[in-house]
């Protein structure tokens, strides 16, 4: 095990192509692989990231080679393994996550299946487990989908229960469980026998929105996108299946976010008159109400589906990543405005390799896309790629990751602070595959200003000083190096870090966004090759 950790090491080259070089490109800070006791496949599911920083990683991951579980891990924001737990019911069973969430004070949720049961579990911040459960009724398999934690405290799964061998006795369960476990109720729904749960979402009204997949003709002919409106309390308020001119066939769901006013927005796959596939995205109203429906085709007869999808709770822009095209295919990255106008649709194509797919998207706090996925060739090897597009959806840069033979990208996430996270499995050969788990320093608000070479360390004062809620920090380098910007509060506590990585010398400008702090005195430090000093500034709100 030692020496594949040491190849591990020396084969993860990442490799930038330098689409616009005025912008400052991401740079790797460090690199977290977890290979799990069997030493055999293991797969990442989800990475999400909390307020202070760490990072989270679910997945399964084997105990041996016929016992598989439930992973979930958490490092911090210098990649250290603060804790990793397991699931693992009985021995034998197979257990499998579908769901993850982390709420504002850490505690992280999962569900999955074990054997014919759905299993839900809540650790705190430290890794203690607060409870796991499971549900089960005799005769069905059941497994949950997707979890998620209202601000009450509530945890509420959606998934299915279904009979084996009955395609007509399948619905789409959902589950509310108290903070400390308690089954609160469950309720299954369907159309025509047959139901799907998918995603579940806690909205500000409330209430509790659920998305699925339900029958839809005769004897299940077709299957539509569904949604169901919950009271907290348990209540079913309303129900609809999502239709739309031109469908011939299947519309299936991939994704649902809610916005500040309640909103959803739906992306999937539609089989329209056109008989192709083609992206569908829905935004409804918290009353079930179509606000608009659009419909992406990358042309011809190719086949398109939406993946995942962002949506800006204030504003109601959204952004769609998806498939486009029959493989050999390509990954779509599209921007809707509020009112469902498509600003700009953008086409990553691999370099050199023929099928890529979609992982997920994330955006930051300027408006900045990036997303990630895997791209294969005509040689049966995988890499996965990572790319950033500015706000009109022109490409900034690529970067990806060569392996020995299959590389594939999972999940991506950013922190409050730029930062970049992106997992996937890495595997050697087949039946070895490990969790990847790869930091990048934050691009957002980085420039290199001077032509310059600087002749000494410096470190100028922020301006505006005081100022709200944006400041610019400017530092000269007279060499490469590595380079830390780091912000306290007068406690001497860390609430930012702004730059942690290799920079060339040169003079840089950091435009510091503090709109997630309190007003204060707050200090920042430049930390490079032995050299160190600190400023002081002042918020004011």
């Known amino acids: 095990m030692k020496t594949k950790k040491i190849i591990f090491s020396i084969i993860f080259l990442f490799v930038l192509f330098a689409g616009s070089l005025i912008f400052a490109q991401p740079a790797q800070v460090w690199v977290k692989n977890y290979d799990g006791p069997a030493g055999s496949h293991d797969r990442v599911l989800k990475t999400m990231t909390d307020g202070e920083g760490n990072v989270y990683v679910s997945g399964y991951s084997y105990q041996t080679e016929t016992n ?3 992973a979930v891990l958490k490092y911090n924001s210098s990649g250290t393994l603060l804790w990793s737990r397991r699931i693992d019911l009985a021995q034998d069973h197979q257990e499998q996550p579908y769901g993850m969430f982390v709420d504002n004070s850490g505690n992280v949720y999962v569900t999955g299946e074990s054997n014919n049961s759905s299993v839900t579990a809540k650790y705190n911040s430290a890794g203690t487990l607060h409870w796991i459960k499971t549900y089960t009724l005799t005769g069905q398999s059941i497994h949950g989908s997707d979890v998620i934690s209202a601000n009450d405290g509530s945890v509420y799964v959606t998934g299915q229960r279904f009979v084996p061998g009955n395609p007509n006795e399948a619905f789409i369960l959902t589950i509310k469980y108290s903070s400390a ?19 579940v979402r806690a909205g500000n009204d409330g209430n509790i929105y659920v998305l699925g997949q339900t029958g839809y003709g005769s004897g299940n002919s077709y299957l539509r996108m569904a949604v169901i409106k919950y009271s907290s309390a348990g209540a079913m308020l309303a129900m609809m299946k999502i239709n739309h001119i031109g469908l011939t066939g299947n519309a299936l769901p991939r994704d649902m976010e809610l916005d500040d006013a309640n909103n959803l927005y739906i992306t999937g796959l539609g089989l329209f008159n056109t008989g ?5 995205t829905v935004k409804l109203n918290s009353s079930f109400t179509y606000q608009w429906t659009s419909i992406y ?3 011809g007869t190719a086949n398109d589906q939406g993946e995942d999808i962002y949506v800006n709770p204030a504003t109601g822009v959204c952004y769609v990543l998806g498939s486009a ?6 990954v779509v990255t599209i921007k809707y405005l509020a009112n469902g106008t498509q600003q700009w649709a953008s086409v990553y194509d691999g370099i050199s390799y023929n099928n890529d797919s979609p992982a997920e998207l994330a955006v930051d706090n300027v408006g900045n896309v990036y997303i990630s996925g895997s791209s294969s060739n005509n040689q049966g090897a995988v890499r996965m790629f990572f790319v950033k597009y500015n706000l009109l959806g022109i490409k900034q840069w690529e970067t990806y ?7 594939y990208a999972r999940s991506m996430t950013i922190d409050t602070q730029g930062n970049i996270y992106l997992s996937g499995s890495f595997r050697e050969h087949p039946g070895d595959e490990d969790f990847v788990l790869v930091k990048f320093g934050s691009t957002v608000g980085l420039e290199n200003t001077g032509n310059e070479l600087p002749e000494k360390f410096e470190l100028s004062q922020n301006y505006p000083n005081p100022f709200n809620p944006v400041t610019n920090i400017s530092f000269s380098l007279p060499s490469t190096g590595s380079v830390k910007l780091l912000v306290f509060d007068a406690a001497g506590k860390q609430v930012s870090e702004l730059v942690n990585r290799e920079l060339s010398a040169g003079t840089y400008n950091y435009d510091f966004n503090a709109s997630g702090l309190s007003s204060g005195i707050y200090f920042y430090r430049l930390e490079a090759e032995g050299f160190t000093n600190v400023k002081k500034m002042i918020l004011v709100k």
Do not use: A, C, H, K
């Open 276 to 280: 192709n596939m083609d992206i569908m």
């Open 401 to 407: 990751f060569n392996g020995l033979l299959l590389n």
């Open 297 to 299: 085709n990358s042309g």
């Open 181 to 199: 476990g308690t089954l609160l109720w469950s309720d299954s729904r369907n159309y025509d026998g047959f139901g799907f749960g998918v995603r």
């Open 325 to 330: 095209g029959s493989i050999p295919g390509d």
């Open 68 to 70: 598989r579980d439930i």
